[in-house]
């Protein structure tokens, strides 16, 4: 940091916007849940498997969590606390099987970038990325770039822009900048590329604010 | 169906439009996953449970399954089998364990519509539904409003508006409706409401095609 370099401004070097997955504890656990989500899908009905032993194991473990969890409100607590990228989001989170996860870092040129190879369970059409699925990395990667910009808020308006079908099982390029702040009003742009190729295009606004942190 | 009722016009009475979930086999263990993704995010690394022994219990089963999965090839044409809705897509899929699930049925005036309580796991702001997965959800809403309709498509374009947060934890009622075809232009809208009031609304814009299914 240089002496001209305010709190507000973006640090100018590479930086990680995601939480960093650990190799222990709850991210190995949904690790390993992501890639039961994943087998589910592959095996179908379409193996000798007993599946209902499969249901009793998987309830078991999922019965034993929830009794040993903190309740809800406490929960959320410990989920907003601290600053920057959360841990549990549906894109990003370590702690969320939901999420690829994408793997998000903020560039010198104020934009950030990330990228994630999707599996079977985020297909929409054969071989291809649910559309609804290319919006919801496109969603939050936006909201990420307002927060590396350094002023963000909650979506307003998306509109999302399908050039050509976006490839499952190999690795794409997940973008966004922001392009404007107007009072309150902040303007974003992002894109998902495969290959070099555009698949989607995003443009968001966003307005400045925040919904409460539970305290 | 009346004599005049051509196979091409929706049926005119509700119909269930997402698979019916089995209380067996992989729909019953991809609800217990549903179940194990939720405890994870409820436990975090605040419970004194023993994580690297969740961890490799999840493995062995995704393990498990794995070997006796069909190959990726057999496996996608056997997903793309028949006609009408899927069972494996992340938002109704029975056999999916990212879909919360959505359940759509047809009514009678040509919309569709749908319920659904989602849980931790699909978090933006705090205790609210992630912008992203609202979008998700829409999405896929008004492709099957597109199918219900008789002329379904790929998205070309989808412009979402955020009206006010999407709660968590309480039902949600998501529609869709088919507007307008235009040769190959379908235009169709949704929305997402909590106890009465708009949350999210959507626009889409689809193209009639679709890509070759497996086979």
């Known amino acids: 940091m240089t002496a001209e370099h305010r709190p507000s401004e973006p640090v100018v070097r590479p930086e990680r916007l995601v939480s960093a997955p650990h190799d222990e504890g709850v991210d190995a656990a949904t690790a390993a849940a ?11 009905d379409h193996t000798d498997t007993d ?3 499969v249901a009793k194991q998987i309830d078991a473990l999922a019965d034993q969590l929830t009794e040993r969890a903190p309740g809800l409100e406490e929960r959320l607590v410990t989920m907003w606390q601290g600053t920057g990228v959360t841990r549990h989001d549906p894109v990003t989170g370590p702690e969320n099987a939901l999420a690829p996860p994408l793997e998000l870092t903020g560039q010198e040129d104020g934009s950030i970038q990330g990228t994630v190879t999707l599996g079977l369970p985020y297909q929409g059409p054969p071989r291809c990325a649910h559309g609804g699925v290319s919006a919801l990395l496109l969603d939050h990667t936006l909201g990420v770039a307002n927060h590396w910009a350094g002023l963000s808020g909650m979506t307003a308006e998306l509109t999302l822009r399908y050039l050509r079908p976006t490839p499952l099982f190999e690795p794409l390029t997940v973008t966004g900048r922001q392009i404007s702040v107007d009072g309150k009003k902040i303007r974003t742009v992002g894109s998902i590329t495969a290959g070099g190729r555009a698949c989607v295009t995003a443009e968001g606004l966003f307005i400045a604010k925040q919904l409460p942190r539970p305290s």
């Open 34 to 44: 992501r890639r039961l989500i994943d087998a589910l899908l592959r095996a179908g």
């Open 51 to 53: 599946m209902a032993d």
